[in-house]
């Protein structure tokens, strides 16, 4: 009888050593998979949310400008409407709503990005140009649509 109860006890501790113990590692597949997503989700939408005036920017092949700052756009519609960032603005205003947008950051270390629609006319571009850097605002961009491709079309 000794024998048949040694055995059995030896074969629940055989058991025992033998069950799978919990997991301590947190499976991070999931979390890949959402960061991912998001990812995607801000990648597509964040030039979208940049400014909200609709307009259709001439075709160049200029490379993409780099600043340390968030600029502040003016946006000039196919009328020849300015706006600052969302709000239209009238042209005598121009310089100080640039400013009020700018907050503390001083007229020279500013980059001012004017998005002018392809239909625009030259005027408007030019006059708002003019006006900016006569209020001091040197850093001047002309925001234009990358074309890939498009070197030696020629319309006629």
Same mark, same amino acid.
């Given at each position: 009888?000794?024998? =048949?109860?040694? =055995?059995?006890?030896?074969?629940?501790?055989?058991?025992?050593?033998?069950?799978?113990?919990?997991?301590?590692?947190?499976? &991070? #597949?999931?979390?890949? @998979?959402?960061?991912?997503?998001?990812?995607?989700?801000?990648?597509i939408?964040?030039?979208?949310?940049?400014? =909200?005036?609709?307009? !259709?920017?001439?075709?160049? !092949?200029?490379?993409?400008? !780099? /600043?340390?700052?968030?600029?502040? /756009? &003016?946006?000039? +519609?196919?009328?020849?409407?300015?706006?600052?960032?969302?709000?239209?603005?009238?042209?005598?205003?121009?310089?100080?709503?640039?400013?009020? %947008?700018?907050? +503390?950051? @001083?007229? !020279? @270390?500013?980059?001012?990005?004017?998005?002018?629609?392809?239909? %625009?006319?030259?005027?408007?571009?030019?006059? &708002?140009?003019?006006?900016?850097?006569?209020g001091?605002f #040197?850093?001047?961009?002309?925001? #234009? +649509? /990358?074309?890939?491709? /498009?070197?030696?079309?020629?319309?006629?």
């Amino acid at each position: 009888m000794a024998m =048949g109860g040694g =055995g059995g006890q030896g074969h629940v501790r055989g058991r025992r050593r033998a069950r799978k113990r919990p997991l301590s590692e947190i499976n &991070v #597949t999931p979390l890949v @998979d959402v960061m991912l997503v998001l990812l995607i989700i801000f990648m597509i939408s964040a030039p979208l949310l940049t400014v =909200g005036v609709p307009v !259709e920017l001439p075709k160049t !092949e200029a490379s993409a400008v !780099e /600043t340390n700052k968030p600029p502040v /756009t &003016v946006s000039i +519609d196919q009328d020849g409407a300015i706006f600052v960032q969302r709000d239209e603005t009238a042209y005598d205003a121009l310089n100080e709503r640039v400013g009020e %947008a700018a907050g +503390d950051t @001083d007229r !020279e @270390d500013l980059s001012v990005f004017v998005r002018a629609d392809g239909r %625009a006319p030259y005027q408007a571009v030019a006059r &708002v140009m003019a006006r900016l850097s006569a209020g001091g605002f #040197t850093k001047l961009n002309l925001i #234009t +649509d /990358t074309a890939a491709g /498009t070197s030696g079309d020629a319309e006629g």
